[in-house]
């Protein structure tokens, strides 16, 4: 249900929303709860007919496969990261298949780009190892067992 509150509550308890609203009203309330694209809930955008699903926020970290999941409905998903409209995978997509932590987060922006136009080399190293990389290499860290 609907009250000024809902989605501050939401962010603070959930890690994937689906709103079943105007995008419009899902802008304006969650505008001033973003923080960034690491601990945002991932947000999805249904209309109240049941026809698009709009992963609106964390498209990358759960909301695309969200939306799809909502076309089983009968929702048409509106997917709009550049990687998944190509046809490409993304390093959260990388990273989430391959049971990892993404080390440094700021280089997906640069390595995702880089996706779209080449094939991009994944590199697995085994330690002990010092690895130095420039800010255009994405390092991904396996999830220890208890983390799961």
Request: hydrophobic share 40%.
């Amino acid at each position: 249900m609907y009250d000024k509150d809902v989605f501050k509550k939401a962010f603070e308890e959930y890690d994937i929303i689906v709103a079943v609203f105007a995008t419009g009203i899902v802008v304006r309330d969650i505008a001033p709860l973003l923080k960034d694209k690491w601990t945002d809930p991932a947000v999805v955008v249904v209309d109240s007919n049941l026809s698009f699903a709009i992963p609106l926020l964390g498209g990358h970290h759960g909301a695309n496969d969200t939306a799809r999941r909502i076309a089983y409905l009968g929702a048409v998903p509106v997917i709009t990261t550049a990687t998944e409209v190509h046809q490409k995978n993304s390093v959260e997509g990388i990273a989430s298949s391959m049971g990892c932590d993404i080390v440094n987060k700021d280089s997906t922006k640069t390595v995702n780009c880089a996706l779209l136009e080449q094939d991009v080399e994944v590199l697995e190293l085994r330690g002990p190892k010092i690895v130095k990389v420039d800010d255009d290499v994405s390092v991904l860290k396996r999830k220890r067992q208890d983390d799961n």
